[in-house]
């Protein structure tokens, strides 16, 4: 197994929550997407509300807001996240930090 600092930490990375799943030997969290986890996209980013996609230009978590009526954004009707990997000991991660990377409010 790559040590924690060399594995990727990205939300596509398939060894984010679950190291069985980089040969495709398990079914844990990080094999079972939500239904509108839409996948990474470079570019060319996915315009339905109310999806999560993991924009791998920027390495961000972006969800979508399905009923903006009530949404304030500098980055438009979408919240931004960055993620990272806290290390565990050799045998895995001890976490997943999720970092709003825009200030947004509901009103």
Known sequence: ????????????????????TREGK???????KP???????AGNVPSA???WYYDSRDHLLVYRV???EHFASPAG?????RLQI????PSGIAGLVL????SYRWF
């Open 26 to 32: 398990s079914d844990g969290p990080a094999r079972r």
């Open 49 to 51: 509300s109310g999806i």
């Open 99 to 102: 970092s709003r990377v825009d």
């Open 1 to 20: 197994r790559d040590p924690p600092e060399n594995r990727r930490t990205d939300f596509a990375g398939q060894d984010l929550l679950d190291p069985g």
């Open 66 to 68: 399905e009923l903006g």
């Open 77 to 81: 009707k979408r919240i931004r996240f």
């Open 35 to 41: 239904p509108n986890y839409a996948g990474a996209f």
């Open 86 to 89: 806290l290390p565990g000991d």
